[in-house]
């Protein structure tokens, strides 16, 4: 079974709502009190619940890749395109091994209606969230949501046992670039060394661009050997081939330190068990790599 679900053809039908928790009063209220699209997904379901039988919930949107998604997709479904005007707001299919009554598609769509506001609201706030943590010049994801990635991944390796490590790569003499050649032309090399970075990246690495010519990678399920080796590598390729400044070959190198997850350490001491490796990568001449004990 499938039904489209199009705002202008829906309309609203108090009777339908059986259970006095779930009066569309309550549920609009219920609903709109977040914007934490996952939050809301988890409301909804929790309220529709009460009113629909079902046996798996999913909900999915192609263009955020976000996903919601409870039980296992049995044979019978009815499945709903969630649109405003002429944009999409995801699909929602739900499932259950008897085919649904009239009655439940009939409540179902009534109750659908009053997700939509909300839906489009938390989409529109994440998708703002999203662009405040990209940096507009490479398009990595800046420092901001380095933080809070940082943190996430090292929660997640000490409640896993995974291993985790951290790579800090600084440019080499970035503002001789700037001062020779113009900010213009620096600006250049930060998109051509950041492509570069997505380029030499394991998939499993996230990239940011830390502040001015410093980037950072987060390198999860990765032992301290393996990266150490994904740092040489950044290292030589950066070096091996030379950029291309107002048609001039400049060879441009980086200085990397490195740092592995330690028991139960914070974020702060791991980035700076890192950030005093990259200072002694600098000192002792500069384009390598050096570790932190």
């Not at 929790?46 to 996903?67: D, G, I, R, T």
């Not at 649109?83 to 299919?93: F, H, Q, R, Y």
């Not at 009053?114 to 398009?139: G, Q």
């Amino acid at each position: 079974m499938q039904n489209a679900l199009n705002q202008s053809i829906i309309s609203l039908d108090a009777n339908s709502f059986k259970d006095p928790k779930s009066h569309p009063l309550q549920l609009s209220f219920i609903l709109q009190s977040t914007l934490n699209l996952y939050e809301l997904m988890k409301r909804f379901h929790q309220e529709l619940k009460n009113l629909v039988n079902y046996q798996s919930f999913n909900y999915h949107h192609a263009e955020s890749k976000n996903k919601f998604e409870v039980g296992k997709l049995q044979y019978y479904q009815a499945r709903y395109q969630l649109k405003i005007e002429n944009t999409s707001l995801g699909e929602i299919v739900l499932s259950k091994n008897i085919a649904f009554t009239q009655e439940e598609i009939h409540t179902l769509e009534n109750i659908l209606v009053f997700l939509l506001m909300p839906l489009r609201n938390a989409l529109a706030y994440e998708h703002a969230i999203r662009l405040s943590m990209i940096d507009p010049l490479t398009h990595l994801c800046n420092r901001q949501a380095f933080d809070m990635t940082l943190q996430r991944e090292i929660e997640f390796a000490k409640r896993h046992q995974n291993n985790l490590s951290l790579l800090i790569v600084d440019i080499d003499f970035f503002k001789q670039i700037n001062d020779t050649y113009g900010h213009q032309a620096g600006d250049l090399v930060l998109v051509e060394f950041a492509e570069r970075l997505r380029q030499i990246h394991r998939q499993s690495d996230m990239i940011f661009r830390y502040g001015g010519e410093e980037f950072t990678l987060i390198l999860a399920h990765t032992e301290h050997k393996g990266a150490v080796q994904v740092a040489e590598r950044i290292c030589q390729k950066t070096a091996e081939i030379p950029f291309i400044i107002k048609q001039r070959n400049v060879t441009i190198t980086v200085s990397i330190g490195v740092s592995t997850h330690q028991g139960a350490e914070s974020n702060q001491k791991l980035f700076s068990r890192a950030d005093i490796a990259l200072y002694t990568a600098k000192a002792a001449g500069r384009n390598q790599v050096k570790c932190s004990n």
